[in-house]
Nanobody
């Protein structure tokens, strides 16, 4: 298990953009999958997007065409570029990393994204 630190959340108007970052602690971190979940108050946590060590990308239908996930393996960091934000994107966004095919899984502490006029 490694430490994950998210940053980049905040308040943005509908139609605006934000870029989230998630940095893994230590050096030489090797992961199979990293990605982002989000959870709005009173709702289930849902997968937003993920990227594998072989650069396979998966994204939820609700964010396709608006959100882009990427990684910088040298910096042990992944990013989530969010554009055309909607009020329904408001949630706490959590970074995760799977260090093996089965596990373990590490979680970040979460960063708040609020989309409101």
């Amino acid at each position: 298990q490694v430490q994950l630190v998210e940053s980049g959340g905040g308040l943005v108007q509908p139609g605006g953009s934000l870029r989230l970052s998630c940095a893994a602690s230590g050096s030489g971190v090797s992961f199979y999958v990293m990605g982002w979940y989000r959870q709005a108050p009173g709702k289930q946590r849902e997968l937003v997007a993920s990227i594998t060590r072989n650069d396979r990308i998966n994204a939820a239908d609700s964010v396709k065409g608006r959100f882009t996930i990427s990684r910088d393996s040298a910096k042990n960091t992944i990013y989530l570029q969010m554009s055309s934000l909607k009020s329904e994107d408001t949630a706490v966004y959590y970074c995760y990393a799977d260090l093996g095919l089965i596990g373990p899984r590490s979680w970040g502490q979460g960063t708040q994204v609020t989309v409101s006029s």
